[in-house]
């Protein structure tokens, strides 16, 4: 899997929870799980405005033993 842009494409589904980019003015970039709706991005964990989020990413599969 690839970072996607998100001036390329966005989630098809929303509220589809995926990984992230944010980078930072100070070089303390993130890296977090989000879903975004017609607001905009939101933390999944936190539920809190995310934004200036620039790429994106499906999650990867589960492992298949558990």
Same mark, same amino acid.
């Given at each position: 899997?690839?970072?996607?842009?998100?001036?390329?494409?966005?989630?098809?589904?929303? #509220?589809?929870?995926? *990984?992230?980019?944010?980078? #930072?003015?100070?070089?303390?970039?993130?890296?977090?799980?989000?879903? #975004?709706?017609?607001?905009?991005?939101?933390? #999944? *964990?936190?539920?809190?405005?995310?934004?200036?989020?620039?790429?994106?990413?499906? *999650?990867?599969?589960?492992?298949?033993?558990?």
């Amino acid at each position: 899997m690839e970072w996607i842009r998100v001036e390329e494409r966005l989630p098809r589904a929303w #509220r589809e929870i995926v *990984l992230v980019y944010i980078p #930072r003015a100070d070089g303390d970039d993130d890296i977090v799980t989000a879903w #975004r709706d017609e607001d905009g991005w939101y933390d #999944r *964990l936190e539920c809190r405005d995310v934004p200036g989020v620039t790429h994106w990413m499906p *999650l990867p599969a589960p492992p298949e033993e558990h």
